[in-house]
């Protein structure tokens, strides 16, 4: 008998690509803030504790449908998503929604709970925890569809919280098979998961990027008989719970064609748009989510309204700033070390050729601060822009003088400082300049690159890209120092 033609071969799990950061929605970050701040200026706590539990029930219902389990009329769910699952016997006793599927949707809310419960108890994902959430997820299931070695579908009985013992790799639509990993491999494969997973965690993988591959990770494996993909969407949304996100809600209507798709692009290699799915998802509830508690509180005063969202911009000023200030400090330590690296392989090559080279590395402080003000404000007009220099800023000078000679001492200044008045944007500019030894005559800046590099509290790669930027500037101002000198 011929073989049925393969689709696509499974392979070992492959980790994030290292240019993960290039996936990322920054956008993201704008909307999770703006909800923090409206729910918090909601004083009822329990009109927000309904619109999370509305979440919660829309979830439940979507992530049996996804899977065919069941249909539900979509009146049906608006009416559940608004009564609630308390409510939900009523629906199978006049015959608006089977037995089987209620049954279904309650195990799967069930298994969200637990979610919310495993992440109050702080404790890391483990093959254990996975287990348990196959078997609560499956608990009133008793049969599945499986496919012989010929082809033909039967029914079978589901093993709930225990690695697969046969293949379950399923037929497309064209009679060709799509390979999950084997079962042998299950084990090994599931630890190098959740191996991966961790690191990732420990790394600061943004919550889009790290929710897209898990889940397609684990689709791939395919380690249950079944119920694999209802574990992958609830592993998704344990992910963005813990990063303060809403529930993972795709909806069969809206969003299968684009979530197949996109799983299959990324077993393709390709996990952007499963990324962009995922964040286009929250993006589009915490909106709707802001919205509604907007709603909530439109019966409150102006004045409610304007102390509330004072309050919130005052937090928001004082956030940026503290973050900002955390990221300049890092870039000035990166420029120090390298600066100090640099100084040093000077002394040596200098005194290899009997030449004296003296070098001095520093930074500013409470007395030095106003150095090099003049020449930071002119670097600053080169690139056409306002250097605000009343409020936190940085510098570190490389200072080079040959003794010999009577030459005067030169100075490669890095200056880190607000771009704009209340832009929250920082800038750095590189600089070559000269002075005489008392540093009462200081010369006109050399600017040291095509241009300044500019930064935000919103950046994940500004210490990769300010390290590039920092580099291509110091090589250009030392190369016209040494024409200089």
Same mark, same amino acid.
């Given at each position: ?81 608004? #009564?609630? /699952? ?9 015959? %608006?929604?089977?037995? *089987? $599927? !209620?049954? @279904? ?87 190098? #998961?959740? /191996? ?9 993988? %943004?919550?889009?990027? *790290? $929710? !897209?591959? @898990? ?100 937090? %928001? ?6 973050? @900002? ?161």
């Amino acid at each position: 008998m011929e073989s049925i033609p393969v689709c696509h071969s499974w392979d070992p799990i492959v980790d994030l690509p290292s240019d993960w950061r290039g996936l990322a929605r920054q956008d993201l970050d704008v909307s999770l803030r703006l909800w923090q701040v409206e729910r918090k200026s909601l004083k009822d706590s329990s009109k927000v504790q309904q619109l999370e539990e509305r979440l919660a029930t829309r979830w439940s219902i979507e992530t049996g449908i996804l899977e065919n389990l069941y249909t539900v009329d979509r009146g049906v769910t608006l009416t559940l998503v608004k #009564l609630g /699952l308390q409510n939900i016997e009523q629906f199978s006793t006049t015959g %608006r929604l089977s037995r *089987e $599927a !209620a049954r @279904l949707i309650q195990d799967q809310r069930a298994a969200l709970d637990f979610l919310f419960s495993y992440l109050k108890e702080e404790r890391p994902l483990s093959l254990s925890y996975v287990k348990e959430l196959h078997q609560l997820l499956l608990r009133n299931q008793e049969t599945t569809d499986a496919v012989d070695q010929f082809g033909k579908r039967f029914k079978t009985r589901v093993v709930k919280g225990e690695w697969k013992k046969l293949p379950n790799n399923p037929l497309t639509e064209n009679g060709e098979v799509h390979q999950y990993c084997p079962p042998e491999f299950v084990q090994d494969e599931m630890e190098m #998961l959740l /191996l991966l997973h961790e690191d990732h965690e420990a790394s600061g993988v %943004r919550p889009e990027v *790290e $929710a !897209a591959w @898990l889940h397609h990770g684990f689709t791939q494996i395919h380690p249950f008989q079944d119920g694999n993909g209802r574990v992958a969407r609830a592993l998704a949304t344990m992910i963005f719970l813990k990063a303060e996100f809403l529930p993972l809600v795709i909806r069969n209507d809206e969003h299968k064609d684009h979530y197949l798709n996109a799983l299959e692009r990324a077993d393709d290699g390709d996990l952007s748009s499963l990324v962009n799915l995922f964040a286009n998802i929250q993006a589009a509830d915490l909106e709707n989510a802001i919205t509604e508690v907007r709603e909530l509180r439109s019966g409150a005063s102006y004045r409610e309204i304007a102390l509330a969202a004072a309050d919130a911009a005052k937090r %928001r000023v004082q956030e940026d700033e503290e973050e @900002l200030a955390r990221i300049t400090d890092a870039l000035v330590q990166i420029t120090h070390h390298r600066m100090e690296e640099i100084a040093f392989e000077m002394r040596q090559v200098f005194s290899e050729n009997q030449i004296f080279l003296d070098t001095f590395v520093g930074k500013s402080d409470s007395q030095t601060e106003s150095w090099w003000t003049d020449q930071i404000i002119k670097a600053a007009q080169h690139y056409r822009y306002y250097a605000d220099l009343a409020r936190f800023r940085s510098w570190v000078q490389l200072r080079l003088q040959i003794r010999e000679g009577g030459q005067p001492r030169w100075h490669i200044v890095i200056s880190l400082h607000h771009k704009e008045v209340r832009s929250g944007v920082m800038a750095a500019v590189a600089v070559l300049t000269s002075s005489t030894p008392d540093q009462s005559d200081v010369r006109p800046v050399i600017p040291g690159s095509d241009y300044e590099f500019s930064f935000s509290r919103s950046s994940d790669t500004v210490e990769s890209d300010f390290k590039n930027w920092l580099e291509q500037a110091l090589q250009r101002l030392l190369n016209i120092w040494q024409t200089r000198i």
